[in-house]
């Protein structure tokens, strides 16, 4: 029993000091801005870690925009869960699906310019607190859109606007101007022994 109630009295104390410490970082952290997120990376999960923070975004009142650049007619769970809050997010499907799929560059660069003209008007409108650009990455890679343009955009948004893209291969540029990147590292993936798809995972 007495050893037991060291181990308690030692762990205590340790999380008091940590405790402490933590408040003290927490003390200088007194900014208060919009940021510019980047989800890039090989691994799965950067437009589900995107979409999380559109659910976090409804649940305080706010309203979000998102654009996806190459999911177009494919219907997805989070679509259907997010047109049940019409009045808080706008979400548009403006892709044809992935370029080796269309292979018709004219047309992916239209559809790309049309999904950025979106993403422009909901990044200039003072009602969006949080505007969503899915895969912007991949047309930036296949230079379908100016990155200057894109990046002169991002950079200018209003001071307390949130914008995130994602999308794997993000330009050094883009990663050079966001407040927050996280790189999605693949450790192991179903894909590659033969699973598909599934509801509720990827779609």
């Known amino acids: 029993m ?15 000091k940590k405790q402490a410490a933590q408040a003290k970082i927490m003390a200088t952290k007194t900014q208060e801005k919009g940021l510019l997120i980047v989800h890039t990376g090989k691994g799965k999960g950067k437009t589900s870690a995107a979409l999380g923070m559109v659910v976090r975004a409804i649940g305080h009142g706010m309203k979000v925009g998102v654009v996806q650049f190459v999911k177009g007619a494919m219907t997805t769970g989070e679509k259907t869960v997010f047109d049940a809050f019409p009045e808080q997010v706008e979400f548009k499907q403006m892709g044809e699906g992935f370029t080796w799929d269309t292979q018709d560059r004219a047309r992916d660069v239209a559809a790309a310019r049309t999904a950025w003209d979106e993403v422009r008007r909901m990044v200039a409108d003072p009602a969006y607190h949080m505007v969503l650009a899915d895969e912007l990455n991949i047309v930036l890679r296949y230079d379908y859109l100016p ?7 991002l950079t200018a948004r209003d001071a307390m606007k949130h914008v995130i893209v994602t999308g794997r291969n993000a330009p050094d540029a883009l990663i050079d101007a966001a ?14 022994s033969g699973v598909k798809a599934q509801a509720g995972i990827e779609f």
């Open 147 to 153: 990155l200057d343009e894109v990046l002169a955009v």
């Open 179 to 192: 407040d927050l990147v996280t790189d999605m590292t693949m450790v192991k993936h179903p894909f590659r």
């Open 2 to 16: 007495q050893a037991e109630d060291d181990t308690q009295a030692r762990h205590a104390d340790k999380m008091r």
